[in-house]
């Protein structure tokens, strides 16, 4: 799960639902935004299942910041081993 700082509007709803320690604050320009700290994560999955909500106060699913990044490859990488000569 991946947080975009530039959309989080630092409502702290992630940190309060989760409270992973991978969920950290980062200072920007626009005011302090909820970041990801992978070394952190504990990658449980508690991300996805945060609630925020809005100016109505309906519950809206997910957080607009959070972003799941899938990565799709058709085939396994293939690795080569440098030659070692003998010596």
């Not at 959309?7 to 409270?19: G, H, I, R, S, Y």
């Not at 320009?29 to 925020?52: E, F, Q, S």
């Not at 809206?60 to 799941?68: G, T, Y």
Request: a positive charge.
């Amino acid at each position: 799960m991946n947080i975009t700082p530039e959309v989080c509007e630092n409502c702290l709803e992630c940190t309060k639902a989760t409270a992973c320690p991978g969920l950290t604050t980062l200072k920007t320009d626009y005011g302090p935004k909820i970041d990801t700290d992978l070394t952190w994560c504990v990658n449980d999955g508690a991300c996805v299942r945060v609630t925020a909500s809005n100016e109505a106060g309906n519950q809206v699913k997910p957080c607009p910041s959070f972003e799941q990044v899938t990565v799709l490859r058709k085939k396994r990488r293939r690795y080569t081993l440098p030659h070692i000569g003998a010596g």
